[in-house]
């Protein structure tokens, strides 16, 4: 798969129809994931999609998946993720027992390999594992339900990331996910994202295809200022 260019815009089908999901996909044709947000109702209070329903949206996604486990035990359920075909696997690093060995082992499984930090956690807490992922995702939310506000406090924890990814020459993708809007899309790509997660400001608006392109836009005219 040819990688897309930073910066990439991967709607959360969070805020999509779950009566019209493959319509709702089709809209987002123009993006470069479909951002697909995995809850057990117990790493947070949220319950959604399992293994059958993602499986489902993999087969008519005009877009890959961009899958985000907010579940217990990821050690243990990942790889199954990845198996389905899912083009990137983020886990939290939260809830994984090692999360370098299940790193690896989603990307001998051939997706790429994330990890997701909630908002209280240090990003120091990666630094020295940096290399063994190929996407980071600073939560700017509290894990667990769509429609937050914007979290600005955790841009200093992404600008460091951004510091210590170009410092060691590292290419990992910098994902930032929660309250992303036409708003707060420049905050976030002037601190260092590269990859944006948007529900509510895609899925909200009356001209889907038309709020992709505006967001890119925006978080390539935010990158510029960095």
Do not use: C
Not at 146 to 165: C, I, N, V
Request: charged share 25%; aromatic share 6%.
């Amino acid at each position: 798969m040819e990688l897309p260019r930073a910066p990439r815009i991967n709607p959360s089908i969070l805020a999509a129809d779950f009566v019209n999901m493959q319509r709702d996909l089709a809209k987002i044709a123009s993006a470069d994931f479909a951002h697909v947000d995995v809850m057990d109702n117990h790493f947070v209070p949220n319950l959604t999609f399992g293994p059958q329903m993602v499986e489902r949206i993999q087969a008519t996604s005009p877009i890959p998946l961009d899958v985000h486990l907010m579940i217990s035990d990821p050690d243990r359920w990942a790889p199954g993720y990845a198996e389905l075909g899912a083009a990137s696997v983020t886990f939290h690093l939260e809830a994984a027992a090692d999360p370098v060995a299940l790193a690896r082992r989603l990307r001998d499984i051939g997706a790429r390999a994330g990890v997701a930090i909630k908002p209280g956690t240090a990003g120091e807490s990666l630094y020295d594992i940096l290399d063994e992922f190929d996407q980071i995702l600073v939560m700017t939310v509290e894990p667990g339900f769509g429609g937050q506000g914007f979290m600005p406090e955790t841009m200093p924890k992404l600008r460091g990331l951004a510091d210590e990814a170009r410092r060691r020459g590292s290419d990992v993708w910098l994902q930032v996910d929660g309250g992303i809007s036409d708003r707060t899309i420049e905050i976030a790509a002037a601190a260092g994202a590269d990859t944006f997660v948007a529900g509510s400001a895609v899925y909200g608006a009356d001209d889907v295809e038309a709020a992709v392109t505006r967001l890119r836009g925006l978080a390539g005219a935010g990158s510029l200022e960095a």
